[in-house]
């Protein structure tokens, strides 16, 4: 895939104290409308490494947000799942005072999205939902059981990475293999892998609840190779219809459109959030 590299101004990481520790972000401090970009379970906020310069270049001003317990931020917080880190959310916005903002989330972070758009409303402009998971789910006792025995041991960080490295069906970047590194160094730290493990078994029907008291546009941008969905296509159509927005399906890619194919996943989200240009993907 031949894509011209767009660098990012400078940034360092930052953090917000919380109840309990502290949140890691970075922000370019740029004078346009901002986007906040959160990454999915298990992952670094340098999981948007090959869309936000591309973003930051159509004109907005990007920050990029760590998963409480994961990446830089601390994991010294008694409870981890996607409601509170909408709350997290929330907190780094209020913390910005940019006025409302664009939130991106994938995967559990989507429906942390969904919440903090129905909780502060006066907050949040737009959503771009990622392979989101804003509802259920609901799993019989043996699978529940299952996942329980694979998230509760020393053996869960080596089970994600497993199934992690499954979710790129289409494509690989040329970097992946260096990210993947990167993650299984930071969940070798302590605390980050007991924080992964709760974030796996937590609920979203959370989010499902609020989906009524959601009124910005959204946009849910689904691979229809996302095998952690039954139906991915049904879910992202029928999610934006519950929330009353719309959804674009990138064919072939898997739970990381915005990795696999980031040309593809910009071409569906610029326009959404009205840029007049399509800068191209990092390489």
């Known amino acids: 895939m031949a894509n011209t590299t767009i660098n990012l101004p400078t940034s360092c990481t930052q953090y917000l104290d919380r109840d309990g520790g502290r949140i890691a972000y970075d922000d370019t401090r740029g ?38 317990g ?38 559990m972070a989507a429906g942390s999205a969904v919440y903090a758009a129905a909780e502060a409303p006066d907050l949040v402009s737009r959503l771009v939902l990622i ?27 080596a089970v994600w990475m497993g199934l992690h490295n499954s979710l790129f069906p289409l494509h690989k970047s040329d970097d992946h293999d260096e990210h993947r590194a990167s993650m299984r160094a930071n969940l070798k730290e302590p605390g980050r892998s007991h924080a992964l ?51 674009a399906v990138i064919e072939g890619a898997g739970h990381y459109p915005h990795v696999e194919v980031p040309d593809q996943f910009l071409a569906a989200v610029l326009p959404f959030l009205g840029a007049a240009s399509l800068p191209a993907a990092s390489a």
């Open 31 to 68: 004078d346009g409308p901002l986007i906040v970009l959160i990454p999915g379970i298990g992952d670094l906020r340098a999981q948007y490494r090959l869309v936000a310069p591309a973003i930051a270049a159509a004109g907005y001003r990007v920050v990029t947000m760590d998963l409480r």
């Open 70 to 107: 994961l990446g830089e931020s601390d994991a010294t917080f008694d409870v981890y799942n996607g409601e509170v880190v909408g709350e997290d959310l929330i907190a780094l916005l209020r913390h910005l005072d940019a006025g409302p903002a664009i939130i991106a989330g994938n995967s």
């Open 131 to 157: 392979g989101g998971f804003t509802r259920g789910p609901v799993m019989n006792a043996p699978t529940k059981l299952l996942i329980r025995v694979l998230m509760a041991g020393p053996w869960r960080a």
């Open 197 to 247: 493990g709760q974030m796996m078994l937590s609920n979203h029907a959370y989010a499902e609840a609020r989906y009524a008291e959601v009124d910005v546009p959204a946009l849910f941008v689904m691979g229809s190779a996302d095998s952690d969905f039954p139906n991915p296509v049904a879910e992202a159509t029928e999610v934006a219809q519950a929330l009353g927005g719309t959804s």
